[in-house]
């Protein structure tokens, strides 16, 4: 079992950062990749972005690329997303979300992943 724990969302104007922070604990010794998704009323969930946990490869949406930042910190089991010059499109719930199946590419489908987090709010003002 992992659990995973996001935090720092809010309310931010156009323009302006975030930094999300994934909290893992529990089976965290077998993490492969870590991934950031997003969910916006009446939309599916999308892919932002991605990382291996043991080399440090990210992966990320045209949408964001440029513009966030996945990074981790292996010794505090945390992941975070830094975005920057948010706009409103960005609004969304994000989750984060652990994979333990062995790869070298940064998985961006949904399907890779076992365990998800509970969600935290980012609302962009125009």
């Known amino acids: 079992q992992v659990q995973l724990v996001e935090s720092g969302g809010g309310l931010v104007q156009a323009g302006g950062s975030l930094r999300l922070s994934c909290a893992a604990s529990?089976?965290?010794?077998?993490?492969?990749?870590i991934g950031w998704f997003r969910q916006a009323p009446g939309k599916e969930r999308e892919f932002v972005a991605s990382i291996i946990w043991s080399g440090g490869s990210t992966l990320y949406a045209d949408s964001v690329k440029g513009r966030f930042t996945i990074s981790r910190d292996n010794a505090k089991n945390t992941v975070y997303l830094r975005m920057n010059i948010l706009k409103p499109e960005d609004a969304a719930v994000y989750y984060c979300?652990?994979?333990?199946?062995?790869?070298?590419?940064?998985?961006?489908?949904?399907?890779?992943?076992?365990?998800w987090g509970q969600g935290t709010q980012v609302t962009v003002s125009s």
């Open positions: 529990g089976r965290t010794f077998s993490t492969y990749a």
């Open positions: 979300a652990w994979g333990g199946t062995p790869t070298w590419r940064p998985p961006r489908t949904t399907d890779f992943y076992d365990y």
